[in-house]
């Protein structure tokens, strides 16, 4: 029997200090509907606080070399591992996530610490190019003071390329994780102070929409890097030019496979549980869309259905577990509502699109396959955050290419195809930053660069340091 975690406090200059707001958020296991503990809804005058306090701390740690920056982050990298398996577990209990997404996440969390700090390190501050009539002194100067805003799917990772990139470049932070899983941001907040890093140059604050809202209107803050969906990084977007802040989005998706004519049923089939339904695809790139050659149609929507029917099921702390329940009741209330508008606009129901009847708690819906979908319908277009499937045939590649683009997404695409070249050939046609060749990433790692396109980021939507820095041209004396 785990014990309820309740925190009054927040993490500012350095200290867990005692919230002035006495609204509180109550975070639940989507397993088994039990309390998990609950946070401070951050007010204004919380926000103002930790801004002056990351405001404070910026004159110093702006002034530091890259290399002191760098060891830092390998600090913070080794705490992190040191507390990886109870960040983990606690991360879980409040998302619901699978044993197997989790321990990924926190695995790479880690590792972009570590690639944080190799990046502080090569930073070169100011040097001489040529230019002007003894040559041009270049600074990079830090940013400032950034609000790093993240989503409840992957909380520790997400927030880790903001921090990284951010501390890297010499700027200060007010953390702000989404209110589904902050009790694991003390544990951050721990890490932070067990590695030395100085007081005030990260803060964090919990809340939901309105604390974070406060927090990027605060004129003490120079950047915000947001992760979540697209219409919150709208009123994000609308919010920073009013005050000509500077802002990084990555946002929704609403990707899509597409299986060529020579495509290998198996390997589709073998990457459903990874690619296409992630966290029973909660997760921005999951490959929820699947457009195949119509003569192929039925087998591979046959194939898929023996696949999510075999797919292990259930309590997500089951290292065995691929699929489990959704992060919260709202979520399974959205799902339940895109499955509902699916049927209205006339798909086809091929597979799942109930609450399964084995289990009596958790926020569980069955893996669901619609087929019958017309690229208009909404199903189709919009990102249902779940374990929804829709299948759509095309007869020309030209087609394919078509039906792969309509949704106002670009975030993630795959091909499948057993002819690699002509796989190729074809991702270059797509409007995507970033296309797997079966199931397969171009490049694994941390250092992988790509934008999000369209409405699936603003400005590309990757957290680099040279968006965190400021560039000063001086002509020599
Ligand atoms: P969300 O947009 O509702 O919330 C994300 C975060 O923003 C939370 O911390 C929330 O409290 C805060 N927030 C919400 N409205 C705000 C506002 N107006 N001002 C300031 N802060 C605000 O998203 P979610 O439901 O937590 O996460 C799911 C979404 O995140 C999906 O759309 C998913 O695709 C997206 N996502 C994108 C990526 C990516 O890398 N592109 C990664 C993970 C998740």
Redesign the pocket.
Known sequence: MSTQLDHDDLYIGGEFVEAASRERFTAINPATEEAVGSIPESNAEDVDRAAKAARAAFSTWSQTSGAERGDVLTRIADAFAERAQEIAALVARQNGAPHWWVTQNIRITEAIYRNGAKNAAKIVAEEVLPGGENGTVVRKEPLGVVAA??????PQA?LSMKVAAALAAGCTLVI?????TSLDSYLLAEVCREAGVPAGVVNIIT???E???A??AHPEIDKVS????????R??AI?CAENFKALTA????KSAAVLLDDADIETFTASIAWRCLPFSGQ??HAITRVIVPRSRHDEIVEAIKTTLTALPYGDPSDPETLLGPLATAAQRARVEEYIRIGLEEGATLALGGGRPADFEKGYYVEPTIFTDVDPSMRIFTE?I?GPVLTVVAYDTEDEAVALHDATDFG?SGSVFSTDIAHATAFARRLGTGEVLINGKHGAPNVDLVRS?YKH??IGG?MDLVPGYQLTKSIPRG
């Open positions: 805003i993240a989503p409840w799917n992957s997400l702000k994780p989404s209110p589904e809340g939901g929409a604390t974070g809202a927090l990027v947001f992760t979540g969906s697209t219409a919150a990084g009123a994000i919010s990555e946002l929704g998706g997760v921005c990102e955050f975030l999000f699936s980021s939507g």
